[in-house]
């Protein structure tokens, strides 16, 4: 018995792109339909998008010297090296500055109307305005109509109302509001058209727009910020951020002029208590001198007036120090904003160190406040370490103020003494000049206090008109210079056509990478050195001979293909066996015997087909022959050989059919009895054609290469794995199996992969190629196979 060896294939599969390629050329048609498709989707989405705008604006910001604690912080804190920026940044972006800024701004209320392609908002010119009065729903769309006789009627939701006059105040679902006209629209413009307009909460409007700034360094530094800020309407947007960064500079200037505000209004307070005292000393001591008819003091009077004078000074001085020690120790008392408290130095107080503790407290205040406005507070280290600062300030201040009361206690003690002691001078002098002493002492004194308010009340205002602002604008933004940010016409345009090329070829990739099926000749080519002997089609008909019914057709036409091909291959006249044989069952083995034993018998050749796939027989049922006696029978002695020839009703053609299934098909076809047989029917016939068993299921087909002169190997096209063109390679290059030849079955025409054109190209010279001549058949065949159509053929996997 011959040694059987089992297959193991010994070559690999890889990616073969010149495969690859062929593939998507075969499939053209998908790539065209791909692109019109997503084109078509691109010029939609061009055509219907409402147009988005992008303003940008830019500001310069001032960097503020740090301190050596934010130095620290910033070196241990990697991710914030520049917390001034990004300080700004927050408070920019903040909810205060975006309020302000809409609070000038007519944003409220937005107007658009629908056009027959898109809907488009007006700004800043709109035909009409709305006027709320009391809006119960926010956000509802609210159509409005505009009819003759100055009249319009609104849809809110499903809910068309009443026609009303434009001007009076309307109650609907959503509130009450009047509707007017633009100064200079007339009425009849506004007919036929259709409008509506959306009422915002302020609140949610607030943070829309809060959300929709973004805010960039543009610089290293960092000390340029450009701003941008995106919507349907591009003035609408540049007029935000331009507002915006007003608001923003002013808030600035504002927190700068706090201190000189707050001092003016400190020595407002003074000046009021001052004024009415002046005004009332200033009657008394004119009434007293012309009842008395005094109009100057005695020289010894004049001497102790000086002297008194003087001390009064000093002891208004010391009760304004003390005064204004009571108001610090109460605003540190209370947790206020202590970036606005006056400074020391404002109202004449000369103390160094009270002055560096005020104006170190004013400082770390204004800085506090800023970082609370523009960060998370609790996530912040900043604003814990000037809680900390702050802390320590106020420690020492406290100290500080404590002391000083003490001193200026002890000095106001001091002067109330000595002021005692020139009052009792004074009552030397006679009573008239006293009681005129003692009136143009007190008016003096309230003259100079006055005078002196005056004079620092103007040092704070030019203090206050001479603050110029830290930051300011570079570029205002403009409606001129936005830029469209959506859709990007040409970018979609674009993406399409890539989409359109990408997505058929991944289609063709992925279905390529999965399908372990055979449909392609060039990966027959690639895949096995086998010579590819015969290319047959598709069979259209009931009949399993086909060659025989239609002799003219293309099938039988294929099959004369292989006939002639195998002459090549037989070119000994001793040499007539022929095996066919394929890996598993169902690739067409059966059919491809016999109808190529059936071409043979045409040709005038005397042919023999012999069923030894003795165990599943099936050619004595196609050609309804008794399978009581066959090769099985004769194997074992029970039949003779004329008893297991049967002529059929195709001349020159003779079926040896299986017989009765043996329990041990594989150790009948190893016998000397086989070799016999076919011996015998070699000098009888002049072809004789083997119908095998599948080679990958049972040994029996390679038990019968021995005998053989030429081994068909068939593969089915859709239907064989490509694993079976390994195993026919494996065959291929054993020694004992001659005459390798592969035939590709049930070819559809019309197929992408390289095998539905009937292209005839074999190894043995013989070739030619039906797709040059216009119409495949030209009147040489009796049928045409059908044709499929577009749709059919772009779906099909074939």
Known sequence: MTEYQEYQPDREEGFDFKKLLNKVLGRWYWFILSVLVAYSIAWFANR???????????????????????????????????????NEIAVIKSYSMAAKALKELDFETSYYITGRVRESMMYPNSPFKVIPDSILTYGARVEVVFLPNDQCQVTIGEKTCKPFHTGEKYKSSIGEFTIVRSEGVNQNDLLDKKFFFVIRNFNSLVNLYRGKVTITPNDKRGSVLALSSSGESAQKEADYLNTLMDVYIQNGLDEKNQTSTNAIQFIDQQLGYVTDSLKRTEDVLQNFRMSNKLLNLSQEGSAVFERLTALQSERFALTTQLSYYDYLKEYMGNDRNFGQVVAPSIIGIADPLLNSLVNKLVELGTQKTRLVHSSDPENNPLVKIADVQINSVLGSLRENVKQLITAANLSMKDVNDRISQVERELVKLPATERQLLNIQREYNVNNETYNFLLKKRADAAISKASNVADNKVLDYAMSQNAIQISPKRSRNIMIAVALGILIPLALIFIIDFFNRIINDLQEIKTMTDVPMVGMIGHNEKDSEVPVAENPASPLSESFRALRTNLHYILRDKSSKVINVTSTVSGEGKTFISINLA????????????????????????????????????????????????????????????????PPNPAELIDTPEMKQLVEKASEEFDFIVIDTPPVAVVVDSLLLAQFSDVNIFVVRQNYSAKDSLLLANDLHKRPEIKGMGLVVNDIHRGSSYGLGKYRYSYNYGYGYNYSGYGNYYNGYMEEDQPKQGFWKRLFSKK
């Not at 830019?58 to 920026?85: H, Q």
């Open 598 to 661: 059936t071409i043979i018998a045409h040709s005038g050749k005397k042919a023999l087909l012999m069923g030894l796939d003795l165990r599943k027989p099936k050619i004595n049922k196609i050609f309804n022959i008794d399978n009581h006696d066959g090769i099985s029978t004769y194997l074992i002695g029970d039949s003779k050989y004329e008893d297991i020839i049967h002529s059929t009703n195709i001349n020159n053609l003779y079926i040896a059919p299986s017989g009765p299934v």
């Open 48 to 86: 219907y998008a409402v147009p988005m705008y992008s303003a940008n604006a830019s500001l310069i910001i001032n960097e503020e010297k740090k301190s050596t604690a934010e130095l620290l912080v910033n070196v241990l804190d990697r991710y914030s090296p520049r917390k001034n920026i990004e």
